[in-house]
């Protein structure tokens, strides 16, 4: 989910899916970009012609994590927990030729629709099966991904049963000793789901990093905050560097810093999981 979208709004396709209408908006400044929405949400916004170009903000910061993930051009295995038109795995693909990538995605029809109206590459290498993105979690091999990405959306609110230890566990289980998992998250004032899902992450991996806008770290608006974990330590002094230089920066927290913003939270379990908060009303307005 992205919270803030500059394509102006102009013709628009439309589409049922699973999970409600889906339409494509044209972006007038690049010739063959689109933006997809699912009931009005910005989910992704794809450029066929420059997969490496990323539009949303916190998907340039998804991108920094793949870019810090292993050596430049190295591939990479990655596991994507949630698809929509498959912006960042097409990023990965651009930037790590020979990559091997799984995306999993719920809605079949939109799975299908996006492979007809946003093509792969035939050397992409990506592998897309639909259905819940925990039980296929569940089932991964162990140790088979240098990279978990959870980034998973309905009506706008992440589910329950992928906010908790036991969701982030089965994450790491299936990662190799050195590899990353990065989960996009949404939230506003007073931030209580930021800090549980930071509490939550820390209760499995010793080394956690949070990205977000100044904005939304004080609880001025709701946005979208990026973790980022691993047993081993992460590159937080390149992570703040390359985030300060977005075109909308965002600050890395980490260490102390990390402690204060949990204030005392508690990691989250099946038993006590909610779903994200509910964005506000007009939070997705296009310009016209």
Do not use: K
Not at 89 to 108: H, K
Not at 267 to 282: M, N
């Amino acid at each position: 989910m992205a919270h803030r979208q500059r394509t102006r709004r102009t013709a628009v396709e439309q589409e049922a899916v699973d999970s409600g209408v889906a339409e494509f908006l044209p972006d007038l400044d690049r010739p063959r970009a689109w933006t997809l929405l699912i009931d009005g949400t910005p989910q992704s916004h794809v450029d066929l012609d420059d997969p490496a170009y990323l539009e949303f903000e916190y998907v340039r910061r998804l991108g920094h994590v793949v870019d810090l993930a292993a050596p430049p051009g190295l591939p990479l295995r990655v596991l994507h927990l949630g698809g929509g038109a498959l912006t960042l795995a097409r990023y990965v693909a651009a930037t790590r030729p020979r990559s091997g990538q799984q995306v999993v995605e719920v809605d079949a029809a939109l799975v299908d629709l996006v492979r007809r109206r946003l093509p792969l590459e035939r050397t992409s290498r990506i592998r897309v099966r639909t259905g819940d993105a925990r039980q296929v979690l569940s089932r991964a091999p162990e140790g088979a991904f240098d990279l978990v990405v959870a980034d998973v959306f309905a009506a706008g609110r992440t589910p329950a049963h992928l906010t908790s230890v036991e969701f982030v566990t089965a994450a790491a289980r299936a990662l190799r000793a050195d590899g990353l998992y990065a989960a996009n998250i949404a939230d506003g004032a007073p931030l209580a789901f930021a800090r549980g899902q930071v509490a939550t992450v820390r209760a499995v991996f010793p080394y956690v990093c949070m990205i977000a806008e100044p904005a939304v770290l004080r609880g001025r608006r709701f946005g979208n905050l990026v973790l980022v974990a691993a047993h081993r330590e992460l590159p937080t002094a390149v992570l703040t560097r390359l985030t300060a230089t977005d075109p909308f920066a965002a600050r890395v927290l980490y260490g102390r810093e990390l402690d204060d913003f949990v204030a005392g939270a508690v990691p989250v379990t099946d038993v006590t999981a909610e779903a994200s908060p509910e964005p506000p009303p007009g939070l997705f307005g296009l310009r016209a």
